[in-house]
């Protein structure tokens, strides 16, 4: 009996970690306009981004991680290919500005890094969290709505995925 008592226990734990985001988003879906700090802790409104002809926010779960720092680094590498292509680069993780800003500086990241401390934009594009953790997801919106979505979103490989992503959209 004590034992069924504590993994009933467990289980609720399991649950109670996993936090509930919104409804995750659709093909052709707004840019949520949600408000947190960036790596310098300046505030950074998704929303004053629509009018860009692509904007990828690619989520991810620890800074200074081995496969977050791969997925980093493939954008980072091919940043002036992706801005030649209209892309504007924006990563999103639970870590505090502070953590981004190391991140960033330590990688030498050429684009902003948010600092999701609260989940609100994991919570505004429906990206499932485990405990304080966001899953690896990517969102490619081209002015405003959401045209390409990668909900396993890949670490050596983000950029090409993205970049093949834009190239059918534009065939």
Not at 37 to 50: F, I, K, Q, R, T
Not at 62 to 71: D, E, P, S, V
Not at 74 to 96: F, N, P, Q
Not at 109 to 120: I, M, N, S, Y
Request: hydrophobic residues 40%; proline residues 4%.
């Amino acid at each position: 009996m004590f034992r069924s008592i504590i993994s009933f226990a467990g289980a609720l734990l399991v649950l109670a970690s996993v936090n509930c985001a919104a409804e995750e988003l659709k093909l052709g879906a707004e840019l949520p306009a949600v408000t947190v700090l960036d790596e310098n802790g300046a505030e950074v409104n998704l929303g004053d981004y629509a009018d860009k002809p692509y904007l990828l926010v690619y989520f991810y779960p620890k800074a200074n991680t081995g496969g977050c720092t791969k997925q980093g680094c493939s954008l980072r590498d091919a940043y002036t290919e992706l801005t030649a292509m209209g892309v504007t680069v924006i990563g999103v993780s639970t870590d505090s500005p502070e953590a981004q800003k190391s991140f960033k500086d330590k990688n030498h990241f050429p684009f902003t890094l948010l600092a999701d401390q609260k989940a609100e934009v994991a919570g505004a594009f429906g990206v499932p969290m485990m405990g304080n953790f966001t899953s690896r997801q990517a969102y490619l919106f081209a002015n405003g709505k959401l045209v390409w979505l990668d909900k396993k979103a890949s670490t050596q490989k983000q950029a090409d995925d993205v970049k093949a992503a834009i190239s059918e959209l534009s065939s």
